[in-house]
């Protein structure tokens, strides 16, 4: 945490060398701790996008009927449960969408 933190600071460096004078190349261990901050950010994010894109996908499975029946066509009604998937689908597309495009800062 404190590695991560002093990223932030603009003599790092001299910062680390006074908690620990044994750094060798406190450079070095910056521009590691930078790398898997990075790698840490991108992995999260690949993961929200992966759980985003399986929640809408069962949502939409759970549209076709079981045991080889048509998949139901009828546009949502003004009201009742089929708005309410309507509504839910809406909020898991949002929600993918969002995850796949979202910037990341770290």
């Known amino acids: ?3 991560t933190a002093s990223l932030l600071s603009s003599h790092a460096q001299g910062d680390l ?10 450079s070095a261990l910056l521009e590691v ?8 950010s991108r992995a999260y994010h690949a993961n929200q996008g992966a759980f985003q894109a399986r929640s809408l996908q069962t949502a939409l499975k759970q549209l076709v009927p079981k045991g ?14 089929s708005a309410a998937v309507a509504e839910r689908l809406g909020q898991q597309a949002d929600g993918l969408a969002e995850a796949l495009t979202s910037q990341r800062y770290l």
């Open 17 to 26: 060398l006074r908690v620990n004078p044994y750094i060798v190349d406190p």
């Open 33 to 40: 701790v930078a790398a898997f901050s990075l790698h840490a």
């Open 68 to 81: 080889g029946a048509q998949p139901v066509t009828r546009a949502p009604s003004a009201g009742g449960a």
């Open 1 to 3: 945490e404190h590695l």
